[in-house]
């Protein structure tokens, strides 16, 4: 079994920064791209940044210049960065990976989520 665990999740002032975390454990071989998404209360789930694991990354264009996406490869934990917080960030994020599994002599891939962690931007 491969979870995710989030972690960082919080209140934020308008303007502050937050950074969330993601840790990936059990039988893991290799992990390829890693994510962030985030659902707003009534709203659907979206893509909030990748990276994959030659460190390329995008981000949506409302997070661009503000959340910064990072991942240490050693310990399979993939950060978010936020900054410059405004109201509309709010929701629930979720970390997702792709990841490479032994199964008997066979490498196969898995998308895993985590349970969500709670952001509140507000005053």
């Known amino acids: 079994q491969v979870q995710l665990v989030e972690s960082g999740g919080g209140l934020v002032q308008p303007g502050g920064s937050l950074r969330l975390s993601c840790a990936a454990s059990?039988?893991?071989?290799?992990?390829?791209?890693m994510g962030w998404y985030r659902q707003a209360p009534g709203k659907e789930r979206e893509l909030v940044a990748a990276?994959?694991?030659?460190?390329?990354?995008n981000y949506r264009d409302s997070v661009k210049g503000r959340f910064t996406i990072s991942r240490d490869n050693a310990k399979n934990t993939v950060f978010l960065q936020m900054d410059r917080s405004k109201p509309e960030d709010t929701a629930v994020y979720y970390c997702?990976?792709?990841?490479?599994?032994?199964?008997?002599?066979?490498?196969?891939?898995?998308?895993?989520w985590g349970r969500g962690t709670l952001v509140t931007v507000s005053s």
């Open positions: 990276i994959s694991n030659g460190g390329n990354t």
């Open positions: 997702n990976a792709l990841v490479g599994l032994l199964v008997g002599q066979r490498l196969e891939y898995r998308v895993v």
């Open positions: 059990g039988s893991i071989f290799r992990i390829n791209r």
